[in-house]
């Protein structure tokens, strides 16, 4: 065992040797600024400054605490789908087509802006949610941030290609989030297709088709050519249908910042994914470590929203700073409040930073020891 001074511990910790003598002293023990000290104490006193995260519920937690919906509150809500699938394969030319089946776009006359994520309302009503920020990256460093907003993916596999190197990977992000897969062999128009060797090449992987007695629904489409799309979006909505999706839409509302960006007119904007509770405009909200007041909403066609309820996006306006993606956003009482909250989140990270660095350099310390 090796010793470090007093005074030494205290510049590697970053406090007044003073506040390092006192402790000793709270803890029964008189030690003087040069005394060495063996590292086993060292460690007990350096735990004292700042390793432990404080134990003290402020109001700020309480402000943050989440109260789970009962079962009546829950409505049913559409399903939000990510697109997957190997570079080339017709992941945007797919969602575009997707797009094209809008019934509210059609009557607006096309999607003016992007948003990076849409809802599609069928001739029917029924509606779905894209998100269309670019695959597997956006997907698993959302997850990795505990941020999975994903109902479903929707696996584009060309027919004339077959499963490739980020087929197998997008099956395997999928899985391990444990959203079900749809897929949709595309490119069928090209004389090289062979949708049979696709399936039974996904059939290798566990995805068994339907029609092969398996459970993995798959529609044969042509992104380019916009053939199969309703078939895939039935598809879709028949597997939605399976996992019952719901949310609380009468209650402050949560959700996730898709994407973010600082736009030179409308300052920090960020797309929204609103996952419970209706948004409205004028709500407070802190998102990670911002916060803001919702000054608009904005759908992918570029119109004003007054509210927005479970599994829509949108476009928010008002926000303090550009927020992450990837951060919660949750509506709070008042402004006040939510300011309160990002700036008690702001220092969090910086005691998190600085009893991060404090350790590296007290682990060096140590290691000489
Ligand atoms: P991504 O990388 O997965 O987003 O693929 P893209 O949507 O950019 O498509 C890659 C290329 O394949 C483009 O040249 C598309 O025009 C083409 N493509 C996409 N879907 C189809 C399709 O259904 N049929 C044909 N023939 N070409 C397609
Ligand atoms: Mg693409």
Known sequence: HGTIQVGELAKEMGVKAADVIRKFMEMGTMVTINQSID???AAIVASEFGYEVEAATVEEEALLEYVPPSPEELKPRPP???????????????????????????????ITQHIGAYKVRLPDGREIT??????????????????????LV?????????????????????????VPIVVAINKIDKPDANPERVKSELAELGLVPEDWGGETLMAEVSAKKRQGIEDLLELVLLQAEMLDLKAAPDRPARGRIIESRLDKGKGP?????????????????????TFGRVRAMLN??????????PATPVEVLGFEEVPQAGDDFIVMPDETAARRVAEYRQRKAREAEAAREARLS???VFEKL
């Open 39 to 41: 590292a086993e104490t």
């Open 300 to 309: 992918e066609r570029g119109e004003r929203l007054k509210e927005a309820p």
């Open 80 to 110: 939000i789908v990510t697109v997957m699938g190997h570079v080339d394969h017709g992941k945007t030319t797919l969602l575009d087509a997707i797009r094209h089946t809008d019934v509210a776009a059609r009557e607006a006359g096309g």
């Open 362 to 364: 007290l682990e060096r």
């Open 154 to 178: 929707i696996l584009v596999v060309a027919a004339d290609d077959g499963v490739m190197d980020q087929t197998r990977e997008a099956i395997d992000h999928a899985r391990a989030a444990g």
């Open 269 to 289: 904007v960020a797309t929204v994914i609103v996952q419970e509770g209706t948004l409205r405009e004028g709500d407070p909200f802190v998102a990670g470590m």
């Open 130 to 151: 894209f998100i269309d920020t670019p695959g597997h990256e956006a997907f698993t460093s959302m997850r990795a941030r505990g941020a999975q907003v994903t109902d």
